[in-house]
């Protein structure tokens, strides 16, 4: 990807950019690591469900093959809906942080990002959607960090409270207790998040003067920059961007809810608040970064859940896995390929000003 010419005088810390041969996707493809992290959890998704009592891998295909096509389209439609959704949100919290692009700009770069996701693992599809608008725009890569950052908290925290509600939802009658576990790991993660940003917000900086770092003036031009980018969103607007998140994270739910109707199985009865709860647990598996998109991680996950928890039986739990896999991860990377080749941001080139004055936080 090219870079504008330089400029005279020396570049902030954050303005120089990351090596292009380190962020090139088809030098990550080749890596041996991603390699392995794509076939290792193949094998063990393989080993795992061909030993679960009751499953049988012959009717799987069979059982995928007469998913209705119409609800399967739906499904399709609803997941991406939520694309632009996402871009609208990102869009918010840049202009907060004094970064101004279009919603197409914003919505392109992340599709983008979770091809990249889908492919690598270590979560690189964060750092390659800052790079791909630093590659385009004139614009401070820290303070990009701290909107994806951001970005991030609002995610964890609706998935959090989200299946929380869903979980409520779906269990009033009762819940079991690997269903208080998930409970329980849900709470934790709300607490850690509040008291992390409170951390950050109050003490950070103080943290990194009280450090003996090498060239910490440095580290600290970064540090503000990506707080700046993280802490600069207005109050006013939490509450639309809390509203966008959950239509986010609804798009996951309804996803799953309707790839399970097209299947058509007469013994599963999730309802929407056990598609929530299930696909809001999955999502929450894809944050743990050893393989790409959660592989093998989520699939476990979810199976375990659809069996043990709901009572699917194993051979149409590992269907509705898979066919929803197909959705939400084969799908980005059929259409995130195209999107990639055809895309001038995957190139680079003149990059435009999209620096503006911050929005007041007060």
Same mark, same amino acid.
């Given at each position: ?117 889908? *492919? /690598?693992? &270590?979560? $690189? =599809? ?6 791909? !608008?630093?590659?385009?725009?004139? %614009?401070? #890569? ?115 809810? *309707? /790839?399970? &109707?097209? $299947? =058509? ?6 309802? !929407?608040?056990?598609?929530?709860? %299930?696909? #809001? ?82």
């Amino acid at each position: 990807m090219s870079e504008q010419a330089p400029q005279p005088g020396p570049a902030p810390a954050d303005e120089a950019g990351l090596p292009s041969e380190q962020l090139s996707l088809a030098r990550r493809l080749r890596s041996p690591r991603t390699v392995v992290s794509f076939v290792v959890p193949l094998l063990l998704i393989l080993l795992v469900i061909v030993n679960i009592e009751g499953f049988q891998l012959g009717q799987v295909v069979g059982l995928i093959l007469d998913a209705d096509p119409l609800l399967l389209l739906a499904a399709f439609v609803v997941y991406y809906i939520g694309f632009p959704l996402r871009g609208y949100r990102w869009l918010l919290l840049l202009r907060s942080a004094g970064t101004r692009i279009s919603l197409r700009d914003s919505t392109e770069i992340i599709f983008l990002s979770w091809l990249v996701n889908c *492919l /690598v693992p &270590a979560k $690189l =599809g964060d750092v390659y959607r800052a790079y791909l !608008l630093r590659a385009n725009f004139i %614009v401070s #890569l820290s303070k990009t960090f701290g909107t994806v950052f951001m970005e991030r908290v609002f995610d964890l925290f609706a998935i959090a409270l989200l299946g929380l509600a869903a979980g409520f939802w779906s269990f009033r009658s009762g819940m079991s207790p690997e269903v208080q576990i998930i409970f329980a790991i849900a709470l934790v993660v709300l607490v850690v998040l509040s008291v992390g940003l409170y951390s950050v917000r109050n003490f950070g900086r103080r943290a990194l003067v009280r450090m003996p770092l090498p060239r910490k003036e440095t580290i600290l031009e970064f540090y503000e920059r990506f707080e700046t980018g993280l802490f600069a969103i207005n109050p006013r607007q939490v509450p639309l961007l809390a509203v966008v998140t959950g239509l986010i994270w609804l798009t996951e739910g309804l996803r799953l809810y *309707l /790839v399970i &109707a097209a $299947l =058509g199985f007469d013994d599963v009865h999730l309802g !929407l608040s056990g598609a929530m709860f %299930v696909a #809001l647990a999955g999502s929450l598996l894809t944050a743990i970064p050893l393989t790409p998109a959660g592989l093998g991680i989520v699939e476990a996950g979810v199976v375990g859940i659809l069996t043990i928890v709901y009572g699917v039986p194993p051979t149409e739990a590992v269907a509705i896995t898979l066919l929803d896999r197909a959705v939400s991860v084969l799908s980005v990377i059929v259409l995130g390929g195209i999107a990639y080749v055809l895309s001038p941001k995957t190139k680079g080139g003149p990059r435009r000003p999209a620096e503006i004055e911050p929005t007041p936080a007060g």
